[in-house]
């Protein structure tokens, strides 16, 4: 009787699969699934790296092992340990420190040579996961591209720098390990995105918030060099990415001595031993823009002179960065995610902003007040908002822009301010996030109304087409301007989409000193 039901269950597991897409990558075969439609391919949890665990924590990533036989490529792994709250927030689902894997979304009937779109996931690098439910890349793959969505390490996992750590290093730095992650994963697709349909020869690298952050570092990173041919920077620039390795009380080194002071251990040996979940809970770590709150951490990409050969923003300012197709852009209430919506998040009085303006802005306050005018005590609240929208979001964004436009790369910029129906309830406004699932098509049908859809439609039509060609022209859609420092055009995505010009420009002129002298960038 036994043998029987085994039989029949080896004939159900073999029916199963036939039919199920199967691919050689450089490592072995994985078999995959479609999506509901079947129309598109999936493929779920493929390994781009060696697990990095055990004496490979706190290395460069490793290669891949082959394996025999067919690997099942219909789950999605684990992601990187992070903050339980912030994890079960955004059903990241299981989490182990094993987590270097990938995602595909091809096209069934994929002739060669597709467009390839690799997607960086946000989370102020402490939290995410590229298998979130809102980064489905089925929509996009239907538009004649193959999408690859990503893992890597986050956190004290992925950026913490030691002086041992530096030592034991060939090149002598340490930190930078998330972003390494993020460069293996574009050298897996370029190995072995031919065998999806995909073309490696044109790769776009896309991100939101510290996805995008990451993407910024990726222009300017040496190693990623040839590995993408296309960027998208969304609601991120690498503005705050000035923290050197070593050299004074603020550098990564210091802090991963902090970090071992903090866990009460002596030595690598010992830090590798710690258990990742108790790791990561001994390291609370801020996910702010503005920077880490007290008795925290904040980890991300370091100034080691390997990876990051100086701070983004000085390198693009020097045209040291990869000469490829940027979009970027932001959205209209950026910081009320971090700071709250209408009825809070900000002084409710105009003596109070004035207070809270002279705090983070010194002398220069005169100059900041002049391009955030506030004529009411009820405005108070409403006008300092906009002010941490614009200094954290707007207005490096521009600079950003601008830096890249006048080296003589194509620049194309937007706005994003639709405030669909679903969310209007919040008060939150077109606030950080929002326009992700516009991107990716994931708005279902409970969030958004005809509108919503519409601008999903247009804006998947400009990403995958801005992939395909460089450009987001296309000739169904309303011309998208090329941006110039001379004329500052934008494109506006919101209730209706049409064509702008001096985006906040009296709000960003206000603040780009500020963010000139952070980034150690010469005055205009």
């Known amino acids: 009787m036994q043998r029987g039901f085994l039989a029949l269950a080896l004939v159900v597991m073999a029916n199963t699969a036939i039919g199920l897409p199967t691919v050689r990558t450089a490592n072995g075969r994985v078999r995959g699934t479609t999506a509901d439609a079947g129309d598109v391919q999936v493929f779920r949890g493929i390994p781009y790296a060696a697990p990095p665990v055990g004496a490979r924590r706190w290395l460069p990533p490793q290669p891949v092992k082959d394996w025999p036989g067919v690997r099942d490529a219909t789950a999605f792994a684990p992601a990187c340990p992070q903050p339980k709250r912030a994890g079960q927030l955004l059903k990241v689902g299981h989490t182990d420190e094993d987590c270097l894997y990938l995602n595909v979304w091809a096209p069934k009937r994929s002739r060669s040579k597709r467009p390839v779109m690799v997607w960086v996931h946000g989370g102020g690098m402490i939290v995410g996961a590229g298998s979130l439910k809102v980064y489905d890349g089925a929509a996009l793959a239907r538009q004649g591209v193959v999408v690859v969505t990503i893992n890597y390490r986050l956190g004290v996992l992925g950026f913490m720098a030691h002086p041992e750590l530096s030592a034991e290093s060939r090149d002598g730095v340490s930190g930078n390990y998330g972003l390494l992650d ?13 065998a999806f349909g995909g073309d490696p020869a044109n790769v776009t690298v896309f991100g939101e918030s510290a996805g995008a952050v990451s993407v910024g570092c990726l222009l300017v990173a040496p190693a990623a060099k040839g590995l993408f041919h296309r960027a998208i920077l969304q609601s991120g620039i690498p503005v705050g990415i000035t923290r050197p390795l ?16 903090r866990l009460k251990v002596k030595g690598l040996r010992q830090l590798r031993a710690i258990p990742a979940e108790q790791l990561v809970a001994g390291c609370p770590a801020s996910i702010a823009p503005e920077g880490p709150r007290k008795n925290t951490f904040k980890f991300g990409p370091l100034v080691d ?11 693009a300012a020097r045209g040291a960065f990869l000469r490829v197709p940027i979009l970027l852009g932001t959205n209209r209430d950026e910081m009320t995610f971090f700071l709250g919506g209408s009825k809070n998040g900000g002084p409710r009085r105009k003596v109070g902003l004035r207070l809270l303006v002279r705090a983070i802005y010194k002398d220069r306050t005169p100059a900041i007040l002049a391009g955030f005018p506030c004529p009411r005590d009820e405005d108070a609240s409403a006008v300092f908002r906009e002010l941490m929208t614009v200094a954290a979001f707007t207005a490096p964004c521009r600079l950003f822009a601008r830096l890249c436009a006048d080296k003589g790369a194509k620049v194309y910029l937007y706005q994003f301010s639709r405030v669909a129906p679903g969310s209007a309830r919040s008060a939150l406004g077109a606030t950080h996030g929002n326009e992700i699932p516009y991107v990716f098509g994931t708005l279902g049908t409970r969030f958004g109304n005809a509108t919503d859809h519409r601008l999903s439609s247009a804006m998947i039509r400009y990403w995958t087409f801005f992939a395909r060609a460089g450009s987001p022209l296309r000739n169904d859609l309303l011309i998208w301007p090329r941006y110039e420092t001379r004329t500052d055009r934008h494109l506006e995505l919101g209730d209706t989409i049409r064509a702008g010009k001096n985006l906040r420009q009296a709000q960003c002129d206000a603040v780009e000193p500020v963010i ?3 980034c150690g960038l010469p005055r205009r």
Do not use: C, F, H, Y
């Open 182 to 194: 993020q460069i293996a994963a574009l050298r897996w697709v370029r190995e072995n995105i031919a």
């Open 246 to 261: 070593r050299g004074k009380a603020g550098s990564g080194e210091t802090q991963g001595e902090t970090v071992a002071q």
């Open 305 to 315: 002179g390997v990876v990051l050969p100086d701070a983004p923003m000085r390198l």
């Open 516 to 518: 000139r002298e952070k």
